[in-house]
């Protein structure tokens, strides 16, 4: 089985990952029988990582030890991306970007693909235009490509602004075709519009 | 500091966690210099505690090390429920509800809430009223308490759905007055709109 692989900087944005991950893991009856992807979390060392709200995750692996063989790189926004630690992911995303596995980038994790050069060459989004240019400096010369959106897929590449974690997971489970179109939908209204919404249009209470 | 103390069973529901922890360390420019309250999870041992995604999250205190004084109890839901560590954790229930500290209850933990009697007498939610009534039996005697709504507030008691989670962070932040009325609100509409309808509200893109 095919894992994704969530690489998880110091104080890491917690809303950023389930969203994705549950959908991995678990159908509309409860945990999946035969999910097609596993969820690995991958840190710059074995030790716990400490996310925004200081609860402290256990990794699977550290960025010298991950498969080489994988489903997909997301990176997780938060606090964690102008740390140096996170030079030590461009060489990961680089392989990934090259091999064309799916990568998806979220919020600060966006903006820090602005800053590598990731960005250019693509339609992308992330924590608004002043954002990617502030962190990008002279390696963001893709303007022309921002899209004023949730989320973003382009070729094998998701972006996302914060509050786009929805979306997000979204653009990431068809990119991954972990489930039909038609249940990555419902998944997606599930969330979006909640269950008394949901209930209500279907005549129940 | 006093501390909010989420209660983790095996396979707990990583999106119902975020949203209220989050706003509990950050406001709108990043980490709060001076939080009101601290986040910590409670789990059944210290060893790592299993989510829905399959994550190892580490616990800072178990069932039997809890301080005796803290802000709230939050119970995250999940496929843990029905299993006999649950039952664990009605005494700290009835302590903290007995002693009028904040208890929050969403999702599986609801429908627990429902099964131990803790609905009865309260205006309330959950997964729905049928699911309050399977998982209640004998024990649920308030389905006239039952309110259709994706959260409630009622006396010092939460109760959300699943898909409530965003609405059970804002009810718990106004319980806990982590902050003013007004920015909880702003809070609750950047997530709930998003970052572009947000934008294009002020003419922003």
């Keep these: 089985m095919k894992e994704i692989l969530y690489i998880l900087l110091d104080n890491y944005a917690d809303h950023e990952i389930p969203f994705l991950a549950q959908a991995i893991t678990t159908d509309e009856v409860g945990l999946r029988q035969n999910p097609k992807y596993a969820n690995k979390i991958v840190a710059a060392t074995m ?12 990794p699977d692996y550290t960025f010298d030890t991950i498969p080489a063989d994988y489903a997909a790189i997301v990176l997780i926004g938060g606090y964690g991306w102008q740390a140096p630690n996170a030079d030590k992911v461009t060489t990961i995303v680089a392989n990934a970007v090259m091999r064309g596995v799916p990568v998806g980038a979220i919020c600060n994790a966006a903006s820090w693909m602005a800053s590598k050069g990731f960005l250019n060459g693509i339609k992308h989004t992330g924590n ?78």
């Design 47 to 58: 030790a716990p990582v400490n996310s925004i709200s200081g609860f402290k995750m256990m």
């Design 128 to 205: 608004g235009l002043d954002q990617l240019k502030l962190w990008g400096g002279d390696n963001y010369t893709n303007e022309a490509g921002y899209v004023n959106a949730q989320a973003v897929t382009d070729g094998n590449i998701v972006t996302a602004n914060g509050t786009g974690y929805l979306d997000f997971a979204v653009e990431m489970l068809r990119l991954l075709e972990n489930d039909t179109p038609e249940m990555i939908d419902r998944y997606h209204m599930f969330f979006k519009m909640g269950m008394c919404e949901i209930m209500a249009m279907y005549g129940g209470k």
